[in-house]
């Protein structure tokens, strides 16, 4: 018992542990915080899914579906890459999964050992390390060049610790960085060159800004054959409840998969498909109208925080995060930060800390109504000014 407990002691939290301390501010001061933590969209979903998921339950699509997936939305998905990503898939190469999340669970679970070795980029999602950590999968940790580019020197010295594979996130949680095409031929030499697996989690695909273009990994020839593409409907649909992902890629890549996911979780909810099925059908309004409510989102806060003496933030290439520099000497750490802003001005940021980052940065999620973020925005710049 003393060893499982010591084992998961070294398994660094997910953001949603941060929901209960939330809850008790709340209680305790008796306002609504503006959760600018938490990597959801808020926006609605679209009403197609909403139908679709109704009309399913309606007509008894309530039962196990295959540990595979709906056939119907696994088509659908092959249409979805090829049109969005120039990805070329066959149905047989796509596994639904019960969120995204799973899937990269899944990649880790089924084509690593205890004992490989992964490179992550730094700064990186807090489960691309948690997970490998809970399945004795062990961890090189890389910073990539800011916001979010291959570090070539970097990346060539951890390969001498023989890495079996390298996960690569774009746009970037939590820097919003984008992948350029330069980073994807380097991804692909090294791949080439040292005999990587890559996990290319493209959650985020859909929010880019400023002319920026989203490349996928998988789109890079010679790099197909080594890529396992995630995605899934929570944060381009708005769909976080549905709890519906998928993996696309090499068929005996993805049958591996499919063995984790049909030995613990089985499938994902089958009438909760079919909304998903619907949603994706009707990608284009939904697509369209979340991303310009973040563009209009992401201005308010960047020029709010530029224009005072407290924080530095960068336009992010994509994604709906920034990821700003507390220059505020005040506080040591932006871990004591954000819990004084969460109690005194109600207001949630999460701190680098979260991402393997200790420097002085910390990450805020604009998918939010518009007026939660001009209230959330006037919260912070209130709460330096009466510091």
């Known amino acids: 018992m003393k060893m499982a407990l010591k084992k998961f002691g070294k398994i660094p ?22 959760r600018f933590d938490v990597a959801e969209p808020l926006f609605s979903p679209p009403k197609s899914a909403i139908r679709g998921t109704i009309d399913a339950l ?21 249409k979805f890459l090829k049109k969005t990503r120039n990805l070329d898939y066959k149905p047989d190469e796509v596994l639904i999964t019960t969120g995204s999340k799973f899937a990269n669970f899944a ?23 948690a997970v490998p950590s809970i399945l004795g999968i062990r961890t090189i940790e890389v910073w990539s060049t800011a916001p ?67 490349i996928s990994p998988a789109s890079i020839e010679g790099l197909r054959s080594r890529v396992v593409v995630t995605d899934g409907f929570s944060k381009a649909f708005g769909m976080t409840g549905w709890r519906v992902g998928f993996a696309a890629g090499p068929k005996q890549l993805i049958e591996n998969m ?13 009438f909760a498909q079919y909304g998903c099925l619907s949603a994706i059908n009707d990608s284009d309004t939904c697509l369209k109208i979340n991303i310009e409510q ?32 507390l220059i505020d000497r005040r506080f040591r750490s932006t871990d004591e930060f ?14 680098g800390a979260y991402f393997g980052d200790k420097r002085r940065h910390f990450r805020l999620c604009y998918a939010l109504p518009q007026a939660e973020v001009m209230i959330g925005v006037r919260r912070i710049n209130n709460f330096f000014e009466e510091l």
């Open 148 to 214: 979010y580019h291959l570090n070539e020197e970097a990346l060539k010295k951890a390969m001498a610790k023989k890495p079996k594979a390298i996960v690569v996130n774009t746009p970037n949680n939590p820097t919003g960085g984008l992948l350029n095409e330069s980073d994807i031929k380097l991804l692909r030499d090294l791949a080439q060159d040292y005999d990587l697996l890559v996990l290319s989690d493209e959650i985020d695909w859909a929010y880019v800004y400023d002319g920026d273009k989203f």
């Open 58 to 78: 309606n007509g008894g699509k309530f039962k196990y579906s295959s540990s595979w997936g709906i056939p119907e939305l696994r088509l659908a998905i092959t």
């Open 107 to 129: 990649f880790f679970a089924g084509l690593l050992n205890h004992g490989d070795k992964v490179v992550l980029l730094k700064p990186y999602w807090t489960s691309y390390k």
């Open 294 to 325: 973040c563009a209009i989102n992401r201005k308010i806060v960047i020029e709010a925080f530029n224009n005072s003496n407290h924080v530095e933030c960068d336009y992010n290439e994509g994604g709906f995060y920034v990821y700003p520099k």
């Open 13 to 34: 939290p997910s953001p949603i542990s941060l929901i209960d301390k939330i809850k008790q501010v709340e209680r305790e001061k008796g306002f609504k915080v503006i």
């Open 338 to 351: 954000a819990i004084e802003l969460l109690e005194t001005a109600g207001v949630a940021v999460l701190p």
């Open 258 to 270: 499919h063995i984790i996911q049909e030995h613990s979780v089985s499938a994902p909810a089958t």
